[in-house]
């Protein structure tokens, strides 16, 4: 069945540094929304990527969506506090009504 | 206002006891849903309803009932609660059935405790 998987599962960075989470599909995907979860929230949606190749640019935030639409990518640069959180990706198969969430990356980040 | 609403927020409750959840949306959308996230913070899609239809039923003990009296409400009632009962219960809504769908939009989640 279909499988979302995504690494790390875990992420701790000194603020202003760089982080990136991944998102590998065992199957072809139709789309990929990513999501982030608050401490204590509830996920909110970030983004949706459709197109092969897909890059889409949100301030610091840099989402990639492959060429073989079966991976995804979220880049944030020069992490803030703000930043903190439980970031998921949710893919869409082909055909298929539903979304599959990734296990989220959890990120921390250090003042 | 908010978006999309769940009651109670809390539910703490004795193994064997039948609970319900309540999930209202004021978005018109037309499409909501259950998700369970366990401790691990996994997210897991339990049920959808379109239109008040059911059409996603995942692999979900039969305890778990939903109901969706109107497209603006999805309840979930849970018959007699196991221990792995216990987490998160998300309701959330989007604007397009499938198979084209927008971004999902979450309540607060429900926690729920079972003793």
């Known amino acids: 069945g279909q499988q979302v998987m995504q690494i790390p599962q875990y992420q701790h960075v000194q603020e202003g540094e760089d982080f990136t989470t991944y998102c590998n599909s065992s199957t072809t995907l139709s789309n990929i929304q990513w999501y982030k979860q608050r401490p204590g929230g509830h996920p909110v949606f970030l983004i949706q990527l459709v197109k092969s190749g897909e890059v889409k640019k949100q301030k610091r935030l840099t989402f990639q969506f492959g060429e073989a639409k079966k991976n995804s990518s979220l880049h944030i640069t020069a992490t803030q506090t703000t930043d903190v959180g439980t970031y998921f990706c949710a893919g869409r198969e082909y055909n298929f009504n539903k979304f599959y969430f990734g296990s989220g990356t959890k990120l921390n980040v250090k003042p | 206002d908010t978006a999309v609403s769940q009651t109670p927020k809390y539910l703490v409750t ?61 309840n979930l009632h849970i018959n007699s609660l196991e221990l792995g ?10 604007q397009r059935s499938p198979p084209t769908q927008n971004e999902q939009f979450f309540g607060p989640g429900t926690r729920l405790t079972v003793l």
């Open chain 2, 14 to 74: 004795q193994m064997g006891n039948d609970k319900s959840i309540k999930c209202e949306q004021n978005l018109g959308h037309d499409t909501m849903y259950w998700y369970k996230q366990d401790s691990k913070k996994f997210l897991k899609i339990m049920f959808s309803y379109n239109n008040k239809e059911l059409i996603i039923n995942e692999t979900v003990p039969n305890r778990f009932s939903p109901k969706s009296p109107d497209k603006a409400h999805l």
């Open chain 2, 85 to 94: 009962d216990s987490a998160v219960y998300f309701c959330a809504s989007s």
